[in-house]
């Protein structure tokens, strides 16, 4: 019989150190993810539904008003002075109105911008922006008659030598409401 021959310790065979390498590889990316992850939390998502859905048919409800009033309006972002000129048309001339600019995916490019009505010049709204914008937004137009808001929300590109038209295109998600 042949004399047995002592077998290797287990550290200098090949297999044991693919395994490990490939577990330590996994805990590794696992870690970074869970990294990333935690400091880079996602706002985008809202997990209320329900109150998202009851949101929607009351933005539908200021919508169709300002549709029923006829509201038109067309906005002029200078980008040299940062003024916001606002030609206003319609059954409404509020004091003052209230312009958004949304980004879709970035919240801190949002920009809020509050519209006084012209004494001279009649439809003519003023207001005044902080730093140039360009882009895809989302333009909201809120404004305000018999105690009642009304709201002109559309997907607009901005650009410095185009001007924004809202009211111009047809009221999305209301097609079964007008019949």
């Known amino acids: 019989m042949p004399a047995a021959t ?18 330590a590889c996994s805990v590794t990316l696992t870690l970074s993810m869970v990294t990333i992850a935690v400091n880079n939390p996602d706002n985008l998502v809202n997990d209320n539904y329900y109150e998202a859905g009851k949101g929607i048919n009351r933005s539908l409800d200021r919508e169709l008003l ?3 009033l006829l509201m038109r309006a067309s906005v002029h972002l200078d980008d040299v002075t940062g003024e916001v000129d606002l030609r206003l048309s319609g059954n409404s001339q509020p004091k003052t109105l209230e312009l958004n600019l949304i980004s879709p995916t970035q919240p801190e490019k949002d920009r809020k911008i509050v519209l006084t009505r012209s004494e001279t010049e009649q439809g003519r709204y003023i207001g005044q922006l902080s730093d140039k914008i360009e882009g ?8 305000s008659q018999d105690d009642h808001v009304w709201r002109m929300f559309e997907e607009e590109s901005v650009n410095h030598d185009k001007d924004l038209l809202l009211g111009d295109e047809p009221l999305q998600g209301a097609e079964d409401l007008k019949k």
């Open 6 to 23: 002592a077998a290797s310790p287990w550290y200098k065979h090949l297999w044991p150190w693919i395994i490990i390498g490939i577990l």
């Open 66 to 68: 300002a549709q029923t």
């Open 136 to 143: 895809r937004r989302f333009v909201e137009l809120l404004g």
